[in-house]
């Protein structure tokens, strides 16, 4: 339903505020955006607030975010006017909240070969992996443009029911598609898969080890997946003792980061290790060594030898351990 009165602004009911209450906020987190689940289901205020000409679409092509690079790169918004021309027959569009009572959608493009071709965005920036642009953008504009590559991802790999195989249908504003089977009608909603990430150590030295695929010179913590049936403190231990062979405890946690490369959330610890012998797994790891806090505050931050991008989860576990000792 088509409201005519058209709100300059959005403004969300029965205000409920974003509490920030993370020691350490990291990148790609912290945008102070009001999800405001409780509209999700609002026809009525979903309506109004696509009208609304303070809305803005967040683009998602393929993956990619839509920025204006140069010296200071910035994400682009599109106006809501945008959108019958943009979505196609069938628009994937998803409500991410309200920040500056202003009302924020994600829409996947994707099905578009050319998008430079349209005329709404003609001139308007290019497709960016935000992986490549996001330690430019400001934390806000990060944080949002993780939230939509993160969401449309889930979207574009759940058009069928897990359990039946029907297609399945976008419902409450793109955060649940449910299978249109009528003897199945299972709810799918959208997922981030848990993964830790850990500064090791053990004295004055940390442990950092350096995969194939990383930028020459980098080192950086250990990651891996959390399993089924441990609890993060267990997956912290396991994947330390599998890729390096050392036993740790104090696992401690520090903080999290959104990680929508494609669809993580990077839970981050120290944990104490009980020796320094290693037995590195060479199918996970190139190399891994112990490294002194004077020698990572020496870092030359070249080919030799760099640490994890700055936007990261583990540069910060390395940074908050290093000025600490
Ligand atoms: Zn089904």
Redesign the pocket.
């Known amino acids: 339903m088509r409201c005519s009165k058209v709100p300059a602004r959005c403004t969300v009911p029965a205000g409920r505020a974003t509490l920030l209450v993370a020691m350490h906020v990291n990148f790609y987190a912290g945008s102070g955006l009001d999800r405001s689940a409780h509209v999700r289901r609002d026809a009525d205020w979903l309506e109004r607030a696509l009208h609304a000409p303070s809305t803005r679409l967040v683009p998602v092509w393929r993956s990619q975010s839509l920025v204006e690079m140069g010296d200071a790169p910035t994400p682009v918004w599109l106006d809501p006017s945008h959108l019958e021309t943009l979505a196609g027959t069938s628009p994937m569009l998803a409500f991410m909240g309200v920040l500056d009572e202003i009302a924020h959608f994600a829409l996947d493009i994707s099905h578009l070969e050319r998008p430079e071709d349209e005329a709404a965005l003609r001139g308007a920036g290019q497709f960016v992996d935000l992986r490549n642009a996001g330690a430019l953008l400001d934390r806000t504009s990060g944080s949002l443009l993780a939230y939509a590559r993160g969401l449309m991802y889930w979207h574009a790999r759940h058009r069928h029911?897990?359990?039946?195989?029907?297609p399945?249908l976008s419902e409450d504003a793109g955060h649940v598609r449910t299978?249109?089977?009528a003897a199945?009608?299972?709810q799918h909603f959208p997922r981030t898969d848990p993964a830790v990430i850990m500064l090791v150590t053990h004295g004055d030295h940390c442990l950092l080890g350096r995969q194939k695929m990383f930028l020459p010179g980098m080192h950086s913590t250990l990651a891996g997946f959390v399993e089924p049936g441990e609890s993060l403190e267990e997956a912290v231990a396991r994947e330390v003792f599998e890729e390096t062979g050392v036993r740790v405890v104090d696992v401690r946690y520090h903080s999290s980061q959104p990680w929508p490369f494609p669809g993580s959330i990077m839970l981050g610890f120290h944990a104490r290790a009980l020796g320094t012998a290693l037995d590195i797994d060479t199918n996970e790891l190139e190399s891994a060594s112990w490294f002194s806090r004077d020698a990572l505050r020496a870092s030359p931050e070249n080919d030799t030898f760099r640490l994890p991008r700055k936007v990261s989860i583990a540069r910060q576990l390395v940074e908050h351990w290093m000025n600490e000792g």
């Open positions: 029911c897990g359990v039946c195989g029907h399945t299978c249109t089977n199945c009608k299972a």
